[in-house]
């Protein structure tokens, strides 16, 4: 699974990104497709791109489990809403979630592919 800056890198052209992802099967969270929308400059070309990227993925909407993995992040740690989502449904999917990040690297129960 990966999280909105890692698909950032990727559609910035980043190409080791592009290579570890290649012939993979990639889920996102809903929340990550709502963010690579959210920048306010997309041009029409970028919002196609960005679509034609999320048209090869998988993207996990929000249910009743991963609203309860989130229920308990937010609980017990100081992390932003969408990255408790996030975080979430990797947990709930139990797959590890690719980050260029810092963000999630305390949240127990989360396997973490942190890129460098």
Known sequence: ????????????????????????QIYVSIITELELFGKRSLSIADNEIIESLLANCFIVDINREIKQIYKKIKRDYSVRIPNAVVAATAIYLDFPLLTLGKDFEFIPNLKLMTWK
């Open 1 to 24: 699974m990966c999280d909105t800056n890692s698909l950032v890198y990727l559609l910035d052209g980043d190409r080791d990104v592009a290579r570890f992802l290649e012939n993979k």
